[in-house]
């Protein structure tokens, strides 16, 4: 589940495979498009890791940070 | 379901919304890379339709498309 | 080029492999999200076909159709 | 460009915005499937992160990998 330290929420995402991972994330990149509010993010082959922090009010968490989890988290209960 | 007509294999999918949508079609667009078999497909919004047929056999309904309807079907099970 | 007709604006693009007519397609998604502007549109390996009209205006091309067939343009000239 | 180091080759990639970056990673994510060699990578906003080494060899640096930052190199020059 999701962590928060050092002023960001983390959490990692596991799928079947790459193409499963992929789809994930490019559900998020257009739902980050949607709201303007973009991850940092890293993927190798089935395995997706998020940190979230709001940079434009000082690289804090943020309601805009639990809105991207929450969604992200919704995305992936399809997976699972 | 998928229909067999005119020497094509058939189906529309509909999604909660476009980015649904367009994660279901990049998943495929993996699987079609991966497989190099690539479907006719067009999309609106959060309906996609594929149309599937084997150019290399002329244009006939091959196993490549019976096999990619069941990749497309298993993903979709994800979404409904 | 694009072409007006029966109240809807099409163009057909044409990429060195489905690999980059895909690309092509993904920022046009994520750049669909953001002006919450959705093209129907289809492709069949390294073709794009889209055609613009607007739903809310009664099915007409407007505004909206144009700046999004400039921002096609645009990414698509990366390509050529 | 790409340095080698610690067997691994790594190179950061930076774009206009971030649509122009999450279609390059749609490119290579593709490309991944097509050779089935998948990158460690990370992005934020448009700046992507690639970071390649072989696992099946012992996680050191091969010839599929330098294969990938060629692809990723090509695609990357049309953005330039």
New interface residues.
Partial sequence: MWEEKDNKLIRSFTFED???A??????L??????V?H????????NRVTIELCTHDAGDVVTDKDYNFARAADA?YA??V
Wanted: net charge positive; no cysteine.
């Fill in positions: 790459f193409q499963s992929f789809a994930f994330m490019t559900k990149a257009l739902y980050a498009e949607q303007n973009h991850p940092y993010w890293s993927n190798i082959y995305f399809k997976f």
